[in-house]
């Protein structure tokens, strides 16, 4: 009997009846359940604005306000697209009705600021009406006057073969000595042509002033010897002298050629420079310091 008793309860723990895997997990407690349940909300609190979680509603659907702005913002957008994709030429072209705007030249620039003229010296002054002066002198005597042009007398004076006429000529530092006899027309200066002389057409016109005034030229040969000054008042030298040996030929001529300003001797010369000054009389700058 004994023997029996030991086996039963050997055969009671058997293994099987402790096997894990036939056993089944046991329900804890209502109390911790609960616990359980407290606990999982505040572990998985809600994201806000985020995915929503299972079981919860999804998000409503946005206001028709929103949805009006959107539509607005997808119009604005569709011409800034048709504008970028229309042609240049097309873009260019005004629409109808609207006039193309004339656009001045030069509109955008800005303007010329123009200086006041600064106020001119007495030398300053001076100067510029001896140019004057001078420039409307030379045109007279290019050009002409009203009835200046004309030869002074109707029948030049024949002038016998063997008879010859001299006088003197000055301008400025130059001296021209003149000789007149009878010819056709033939002008030296310096034992050279007037043209090889005086190279320039107006100093040339200078020169013969007197003969084609008096409508001697081509009746007479001039022979001058010049020296002395320039080639201007050389020319104007030549055109005195020759005026002065008309008088003697015909003295007839002396009242028109007087009063044309052949005659009368020019002594406008140059000054000379003094010691201690830069011109005849120009000083030099003083500097105090």
Not at 76 to 97: L, Q, R, S
């Amino acid at each position: 009997m004994a023997d029996d008793e030991q086996q039963k309860p050997a055969e009671e723990s058997t293994p099987e009846e402790s096997t894990p895997e036939e056993s089944t997990p046991e329900e804890g407690t209502p109390e911790e359940q609960q616990a359980e349940e407290q606990a999982a909300p505040e572990e998985h609190p809600p994201s806000e604005g985020g995915t929503p979680e299972r079981g919860e509603s999804e998000p409503e659907p946005p206001p028709a306000e929103e949805a009006l702005a959107e539509d607005a913002a997808a119009e604005d957008d569709t011409p800034a697209a048709e504008e970028a994709a229309t042609p240049p030429e097309e873009a260019a072209t005004p629409p109808e009705g609207k006039k193309k705007e004339e656009v001045v030249p030069g509109a955008e620039l800005d303007p010329i600021a123009l200086e006041p003229d600064r106020p001119l010296d007495a030398e300053e002054r001076a100067r510029r009406e001896a140019e004057e002066e001078e420039r409307a002198k030379r045109e007279r005597e290019l050009i002409g006057e009203e009835g200046e042009d004309a030869p002074l007398a109707t029948k030049p004076t024949k002038i016998s073969g063997d008879a010859s006429y001299s006088a003197t000529g000055k301008r400025k530092s130059s001296i021209a000595r003149v000789i007149l006899r009878a010819g056709d027309g033939n002008i030296q200066v310096n034992k050279r042509s007037l043209e090889e002389y005086f190279p320039r057409a107006y100093l040339q016109t200078v020169a013969k002033q007197a003969l084609v005034q008096s409508g001697y030229e081509g009746n007479v040969d001039v022979r001058v010897r010049v020296h002395g000054g320039g080639i201007s008042g050389q020319a104007s030298a030549v055109r005195h002298g020759i005026a002065r040996a008309l008088c003697d030929v015909d003295p007839a001529l002396r009242p028109e050629l007087k009063r044309r300003g052949m005659l009368t001797r020019d002594s406008r010369v140059k000054e000379r420079r003094k010691a201690g000054l830069k011109k005849a009389r120009k000083k030099p700058q003083f500097s105090k310091r």
